[in-house]
């Protein structure tokens, strides 16, 4: 199974939105909910940025935000800011407890 | 406050087996269902393995299907990956994660242990 499809890279200027798109198919992306954004600054561990599409876990900032139209998921970040530099990971359901990563987005904040 | 804490990682040769071990606290191990997911050298995330709160029921990548093997001890709180017969490509940092949503929120993440497969 193929990775999600995500851009490589982004780039925004300070105070700037961005959005990463993450598109799957019909049989990920398209049939759940169960999509999720994982934040990956250098030399670290993931943190779960978004879950179920658009809900954030408590303690991440709302400019922080999720979206979902048919096999495709939006992350957006509005007010760019220097520490939003990062990796970004898109994950979907595909059934039976699996998972399917994207590729990972680097994110540059100019 | 959760924790995960991965260890057994290191250099193996090709050929060989490794046990990674993932011991967690600050929540009620057995009621969640745990994961590993694992990142090649400058590469994305890879989605390992998966198993239940109760252990009974495991999933695998299909490429991966074989060769490793999930379980999980509920009374050490303890989960581990078992890899045999390791190949070069398996080479990576395996991060072991706790499910919220089964396929989705993974909520907690380890600060990952690296497994090196080389001659």
């Known amino acids: 199974q193929s990775a999600l499809t995500q851009p490589p890279s982004v780039s925004g200027s300070p105070g700037q939105s961005v959005t990463i798109s993450c598109t799957g198919t019909?049989?990920?992306?398209?049939?759940?909910?169960?999509v999720s954004w994982y934040q990956q600054p250098p030399g670290t561990a993931p943190k779960l940025m978004i879950y179920e599409v658009s809900n954030r876990p408590s303690g991440v900032p709302d400019r922080f935000s999720g979206s979902k139209s048919g096999n495709t998921a939006s992350l957006t970040i509005s007010g760019l800011q220097a520490e939003d530099e990062a990796d970004y990971y898109c994950?979907?359901?595909?059934?039976?407890?699996?998972?399917?990563f994207g590729g990972g987005t680097r994110l540059t904040v100019l | 406050e959760m924790q995960l804490l991965e260890s057994g990682g290191g250099l193996v040769q090709p050929g060989g087996s490794l046990r990674l071990s993932c011991a967690a606290s600050g929540f009620t191990f057995s009621n969640y269902a745990m994961t590993w997911v694992r990142q090649a050298p400058g590469k994305g995330l890879e989605w390992v393995s998966a198993i239940s709160g109760s252990g009974s029921s495991t999933f695998y990548a299909d490429s991966l299907k074989g060769r490793f093997t999930i379980s999980r001890d509920n009374s050490r709180n303890t989960l581990s990956l078992q890899i045999n017969s390791l190949k070069a490509d398996d080479t990576a940092i395996y991060y072991c994660?706790?499910?919220?949503?089964?396929?989705?929120?993974?909520?907690?993440w380890g600060q990952g242990t690296t497994v090196t497969v080389s001659s």
């Open positions: 994660a706790k499910v919220v949503v089964v396929g989705g929120r993974l909520d907690v």
């Open positions: 994950s979907s359901y595909t059934g039976s407890y699996t998972v399917l």
């Open positions: 019909s049989s990920d992306v398209g049939s759940y909910n169960r």
